[in-house]
T-cell receptor, first 111, second 112 residues
Framework: EDQVTQSPEALRLQEGESSSLNCSYT??????LFWYRQDPGKGPEFLFT???AGEEKEKERLKATLTKKESFLHITAPKPEDSATYLC????????????FGTGTSLTVIP | DTEVTQTPKHLVMGMTNKKSLKCEQH?????MYWYKQKAKKPPELMFV???????INESVPSRFSPECPNSSLLNLHLHALQPEDSALYLC???????????FGPGTRLTVT
C-alpha cells in the first residue's frame, strides 16, 4: 500500500537555527513528490516538485532534495515568517493525478 | 497567474439547508479537485474532474454533490449535512498530464 510519512510532527526552531524536515514514501512507482506550505485556515501553497532521485530545488531559505525513499526540506537560517505546516504529497505512476499526502510537519520559528 | 478562487470564505448552515461552494480558475487547467480538511490533518481527496467529467469519487456521501459546468468552474452542492462535515473545503486544479496542483484559499464550513 502506498504510504507517505512525515517527521517530525512538530519542530520549534530559534530564528537562524537551520534544520531539515523529512518525508519518506513507499509507492510502486514515483511520478512526482510535491512540497506545500500551509498557513492556518488557508489553502496549501505550492513550493516544489521533484521527479527523480538526486534532484534538488531551491527557493529562498528552502531547499528540497529527493532520494529513492525519501525527501528532505532543508530550511536555512529560518525566520518567524517561515512558521507554517509543511506538507509533502506523492503521486504514483498507477494512480493518475491522485495525491497521497503526509500528515505534515508544523514548524514554529521563535524570534 | 496561479490563482484559484473559492467562494464563500466562510459558511454556516443548518442540517436542513441546501448550499453550494464555488471554485474558479483561469489557468487553462483541465483537472479540478475537491478536498476536505479537518484541523491538524492533511487534505482528504473527495472528487476529481478531468475534462469536465467526474473521474474519481472517493466514496463520498451523497449529501455532497459535485458539478463541473465548464473547464473553469467547479461547484460542490451541499444538502442535509451533519455536524461532522464541518471542515475546510479546498478546491485545487492542475493540468491533466502535468502534476502540480494549485489550491484555493478554502471555504470554512460550519454545520450547526
Amino acid at each position: 500500500e502506498d504510504q507517505v510519512t512525515q517527521s517530525p510532527e512538530a519542530l520549534r526552531l530559534q530564528e537562524g537555527e537551520s534544520s531539515s524536515l523529512n518525508c519518506s514514501y513507499t509507492v510502486s512507482g514515483l511520478r512526482g513528490l510535491f512540497w506545500y506550505r500551509q498557513d492556518p485556515g488557508k489553502g496549501p501553497e505550492f513550493l516544489f516538485t521533484l521527479y527523480s532521485a538526486g534532484e534538488e530545488k531551491e527557493k529562498e531559505r528552502l531547499k528540497a532534495t529527493l532520494t529513492k525513499k525519501e525527501s528532505f526540506l532543508h530550511i536555512t537560517a529560518p525566520k518567524p515568517e517561515d512558521s507554517a505546516t509543511y506538507l509533502c504529497a506523492v503521486q504514483a505512476v498507477d494512480t493518475g493525478n491522485q495525491f497521497y499526502f503526509g500528515t505534515g510537519t508544523s514548524l514554529t520559528v521563535i524570534p | 497567474d496561479t490563482e484559484v478562487t473559492q467562494t464563500p470564505k466562510h459558511l454556516v448552515m443548518g442540517m436542513t439547508n441546501k448550499k453550494s461552494l464555488k471554485c474558479e480558475q483561469h489557468m487553462g487547467h483541465r483537472a479540478m479537485y475537491w478536498y476536505k480538511q479537518k484541523a491538524k490533518k492533511p487534505p482528504e481527496l473527495m472528487f476529481v474532474y478531468s475534462y469536465e467529467k467526474l473521474s474519481i469519487n472517493e466514496s463520498v456521501p451523497s449529501r455532497f454533490s459535485p458539478e463541473c459546468p465548464n473547464s473553469s468552474l467547479l461547484n460542490l452542492h451541499l444538502h442535509a449535512l451533519q455536524p461532522e462535515d464541518s471542515a475546510l473545503y479546498l478546491c485545487a486544479s492542475s493540468q491533466v498530464h502535468t502534476y502540480e496542483q494549485y489550491f484555493g484559499p478554502g471555504t470554512r464550513l460550519t454545520v450547526t
